[in-house]
């Protein structure tokens, strides 16, 4: 499964998100306000609260 088709499948991505480089963890890391909040890479480009991958990954497995 590709970026596209998991984000088609899971647009109620909360606290988390995918970034490939700097530029896109600075824009992820805004646009989903976790300023200050301890992140995590969970690899393949996922970063996030500890909460929030966890929910990702419960819903991926659910609908993936």
Known sequence: MNYQ???SKHPEMKDCF???NN????KGIEKH???GK???NAGAGLIGTDEGIKKFLQAY???G
């Open 33 to 35: 306000n976790l300023k």
């Open 61 to 63: 497995e659910r609908h």
């Open 18 to 20: 995918f970034a490939f």
């Open 23 to 26: 530029e896109q963890l600075k």
């Open 5 to 7: 088709e998991i984000r």
């Open 38 to 40: 301890k992140l995590y």
